[in-house]
C-alpha cells in the first residue's frame, strides 16, 4: 500500500539559510500534519491542514511557514536556520481530522 | 489541553521475559489512544490503536494494550520479547472528536525498550 512521502530524506544547512520540506500524503487523504523530533525528544506537533486550510496550530516557530496545495502534498518552509532547528521533521496524513494519523519516514535537517 | 505520561524512560528485559511500559494520560475530552514503535534511526510505526469497543487491543507481532479508563490508562505489556523488540515506544492521544478544535497527537517522552540476549 502507498505510504506518505517526504523529501528530501536528510538535508545538511547553515546556520541562517532556508530549507523546504515536501510530504505527499497516502492517495485521497486530505490532511496533513506536520511534527518535529528534536534529538532524544518526544515528537512535537507543528502544525496541520485539512482540505488545504490550516486546521490547527502548535509551537511552530514564526520562522516557519506551510502550506498545502491543490493536490494535497504540503511543503514546510523554514527561514533563517538555527542549529536547534537540527531534528527529525516527520510528515503524517489522515481521512479527515482526528482519526488514525499514518506517518512518512522523516526529513532528517542538521543545521551547521 | 491533553497530556501524556511515560513513567519510564528506559526499560531493560531479558530476551523471553515479559514486560509492560506504562502509559497515563489526561484529557478533558475523551481520547484515541495510540502505541507508537520507532527503530533506531527510523520513523514512527504504529503499532496497535484504541478507538472504541474492546478496551484490550492487540497488534499482529505479540504486544497488547488495555485501556483503563477509571485510571487514565494504556498500559503496554508483551508476555515473551525478543530481541528485535529493541525500539523507543511512545504512547500518544489525540481529541476523539474534531468537534474538540485540535486534531494534533499528543505524545509522552517515550520509553526506551532494551532487550538484552
Known amino acids: 500500500a502507498a505510504g506518505v512521502i517526504q523529501s528530501p530524506r536528510h538535508l545538511i544547512k547553515e546556520k541562517r539559510e532556508t530549507a523546504t520540506l515536501k510530504c505527499y500524503p497516502i492517495?485521497?487523504?486530505?490532511?496533513v500534519y506536520w511534527y518535529q523530533q528534536g534529538p532524544g525528544q518526544d515528537p512535537q506537533f507543528l502544525i496541520s491542514?485539512?482540505?488545504?486550510?490550516?486546521?490547527d496550530k502548535g509551537s511552530i516557530p514564526d520562522r516557519f511557514s506551510a502550506q498545502q496545495f491543490s493536490d494535497y502534498h504540503s511543503e514546510l518552509n523554514m527561514s533563517s536556520l538555527e542549529l536547534g532547528d537540527s531534528a527529525l521533521y516527520f510528515c503524517?496524513?489522515?481521512?479527515?481530522?482526528?482519526?488514525?494519523?499514518?506517518f512518512g519516514p522523516g526529513t532528517r535537517l542538521t543545521v551547521l | 489541553a491533553q497530556s501524556v505520561t511515560q513513567l519510564d524512560s528506559q526499560v531493560p528485559v531479558f530476551e523471553e521475559a515479559p514486560v509492560e511500559l506504562r502509559c497515563n494520560y489526561s484529557?478533558?475530552?475523551?481520547?484515541?489512544l495510540f502505541w507508537y514503535v520507532q527503530y533506531p534511526n527510523q520513523g514512527l510505526q504504529l503499532l496497535l490503536k484504541?478507538?472504541?469497543?474492546?478496551?484490550l487491543v492487540e497488534s499482529i507481532n505479540g504486544f497488547e494494550a488495555e485501556f483503563n479508563k477509571s485510571q487514565t490508562s494504556f498500559h503496554l505489556r508483551k508476555p515473551s520479547v525478543h530481541i528485535s523488540d529493541t525500539a523507543e515506544y511512545f504512547c500518544?492521544?489525540?481529541?476523539?472528536?474534531?468537534?474538540?478544535?485540535?486534531?494534533?497527537?499528543?505524545f509522552g517522552k517515550g520509553t526506551k525498550l532494551s532487550v538484552i540476549p
Open positions: 484529557s478533558s475530552v475523551s481520547v484515541y
Open positions: 500518544a492521544v489525540i481529541p476523539s472528536y474534531s468537534g474538540a478544535g485540535s486534531y494534533q497527537l499528543t
Open positions: 503524517a496524513s489522515s481521512l479527515g481530522a482526528s482519526n488514525e494519523q499514518f
Open positions: 492517495p485521497r487523504h486530505d490532511t
Open positions: 484504541y478507538l472504541s469497543g474492546s478496551t
Open positions: 491542514f485539512y482540505e488545504k486550510m490550516q486546521s
